[in-house]
């Protein structure tokens, strides 16, 4: 079964601090794409980032990073100088091929409240 | 400004209602996809489409069905509305491999 974990179920980080949030998954795939999305109190679900397995290079957006550690199948999210906007449910997700239509579908974990404290 | 819009923001229900959520992306994609939301459990899928008139089940299909007649439209059903589908609805629609794009989300409530 493909599943991603994300164990913790909340966290909170003083204003202009770094969090890193964890993310491991299991797939027999070598070919897929890791997400990262934030669901502010308004449910709106926003990309953060995204990362291709077949890409070394870990993957950034401003103060947004990744630490992909393909071989222990680990996908955490760094963010740096942590602002109040990023108080979110975070959501780490995976998209992996459907071979019985040749299409894919997003498998997402638990998600990880992050409150940032002013 | 690229959207998927989902018809209601809130839903509130009878037991035993038949009950359509809709969802309308203008992104000309794909995929479309509907995924439940409850605490602790995160996102689940329901059910997706690769094409018109084409859908596969989720991880959660049972009591849930869908219709997707249009390539923009993508429709959830619940065909008889029971107090355990009360919950947040979302829907995404994507051009594999690129990421999902969401809607605003349908708060249901079955009374």
């Known amino acids: 079964a493909q599943t991603v974990t994300q164990s913790q179920p909340e966290m909170s980080v003083q204003e202009a601090e770094t969090v890193t949030l964890s993310c491991t998954y299991d797939t027999s795939e070598s070919n897929y794409y890791l997400f990262w999305y934030k669901q502010p109190p308004s449910r709106q679900m926003i990309l953060v980032i995204r990362q291709e397995a077949y890409k070394q290079q870990n993957a950034t957006e401003n103060r947004f990073s990744v630490n992909f550690q393909k071989a222990a199948k680990s996908f955490s999210l760094k963010i740096s100088d942590s602002q109040l906007g990023d108080t979110a449910m975070y959501f780490c997700a995976f998209m992996k091929p459907v071979t019985t239509s040749g299409t894919y579908k997003y498998i997402f974990g638990t998600g990880t409240r992050l409150k940032v404290l002013a | 400004d690229v959207k998927v819009t989902q018809s209601s923001r809130y839903l509130v229900k009878r037991t035993g209602e038949k009950v359509f959520l809709e969802c309308v992306q203008d992104?000309?994609?794909?995929?479309m996809f509907w995924y439940r939301q409850d605490p602790g459990l995160g996102l689940r899928l329901i059910y997706f489409?690769?094409?018109?008139?084409?859908?596969e089940k989720g991880d959660i299909p049972e009591g849930y069905s869908v219709s997707r007649e249009k390539k923009e439209r993508f429709s959830l059903i619940l065909e008889s509305a029971s107090t355990n589908q009360t919950s947040m609805y979302l829907c995404?629609?994507?051009?594999?491999?690129?990421?999902?794009?969401f809607g605003q989300g349908t708060r249901l409530t079955v009374v």
């Open positions: 489409s690769y094409d018109v008139k084409m859908k």
């Open positions: 995404a629609s994507s051009s594999p491999p690129r990421q999902g794009v």
């Open positions: 992104m000309d994609h794909e995929n």
